[in-house]
């Protein structure tokens, strides 16, 4: 049902964008890809995708944002994914670390929402959907930069929800919880130092606590929403947060 139109997937060659992208694309969706990964591997995505474009812009930067929404052209579908994790006590917290979690996982949603805007207004008809997370809507010790940019995912997703309502465009968060990618994996080794844990103590007692359904939520499961956030059927679905977290924040 997504024939003809063209979604940009940010973030998209590794965990839940690259899932993301599969599914849209499998309706039918023309996917442009973004992200940092292997030559061979992005290629070989991309002709999984049915020649998806690519477009490799760090969005840590004003301009790396720019150069992608122009490389990318007009899109109908903006998925804003793209993010990073740190985890430290905030007394330690790396000032430019701090920097570049709000630019990647708060600014560079705005500055892509800012140039395909005019683009879905004129076509009366745009979706954008944000990868936010659990930690939009409450938050974990030692991830300081993480949550306030979260938080700022949610407020901005329901800010450009009003003004957008009028246009046929719908702006809606996604928010899971804990999902089996690199992105969780590499947040072991910093976690066990920070509490002091053993690598199977961080995976059940605090990942895993969080989650009643004691599961990771799969990619493919967030990347299910998202298409339903672009069907007709989700027209009046518009400034929401969904969560896919196993209950996390209904606790
Ligand atoms: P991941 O590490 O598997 O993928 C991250 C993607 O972002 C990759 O394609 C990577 O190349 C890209 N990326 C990283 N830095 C970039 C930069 N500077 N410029 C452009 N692209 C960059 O992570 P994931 O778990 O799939 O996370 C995707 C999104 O989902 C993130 O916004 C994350 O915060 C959110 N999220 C993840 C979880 C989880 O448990 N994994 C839970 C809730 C929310």
């Given at each position: 049902f997504l024939s003809g139109k063209r979604a940009l997937v940010t973030g998209s060659t590794s965990g839940i964008g690259l899932a993301i992208a599969r599914a849209l694309a499998a309706q039918g969706a023309h996917i442009v890809l973004n992200g940092?990964?292997?030559?061979?591997?992005?290629?070989?995505?991309?002709?999984?995708?049915?020649?998806?474009d690519y477009v490799n812009e760090d969005l840590t930067r004003t301009e790396g944002v720019e150069a992608l929404m122009k490389g990318a052209g007009d899109v109908d579908i903006l998925v804003n994914n793209a993010g990073m994790q740190h985890v430290e006590r905030v007394e330690d917290f790396p000032p430019a670390t701090w920097d570049r979690i709000i630019a990647l996982n708060l600014s560079a949603n705005f500055h892509t929402t800012r140039l395909a805007v005019p683009y879905m207004k004129k076509q009366g008809w745009g979706r954008i959907i944000a990868t936010a997370s659990a930690h939009s809507l409450v938050a974990s010790p030692f991830k300081a930069a993480y949550v306030s940019a979260k938080h700022g995912v949610a407020g901005f997703t329901?800010?450009?929800?009003?003004?957008?309502?009028?246009?046929?465009?719908?702006?809606?968060?996604?928010?899971?919880?804990?999902?089996?990618?690199?992105?969780?994996?590499?947040?072991?080794?910093?976690?066990m130092k920070s509490r002091n844990l053993t690598r199977e103590q961080v995976v059940n007692d605090v990942l895993l606590s969080q989650q009643p359904t004691k599961k990771f939520v799969q990619p493919e499961e967030v990347a299910a929403m998202a298409v339903f956030l672009c069907r007709d059927e989700a027209q009046n679905i518009n400034g929401a947060n969904y969560a896919i977290d196993g209950g996390w924040t209904a606790q």
């Open positions: 940092f990964g292997e030559e061979d591997e992005i290629a070989r995505i991309r002709e999984e995708l049915g020649g998806a329901k800010t450009i929800a009003l003004e957008l309502a009028s246009h046929g465009i719908t702006a809606n968060c996604i928010s899971p919880g804990y999902v089996w990618t690199p992105l969780v994996e590499n947040q072991i080794p910093d976690t």
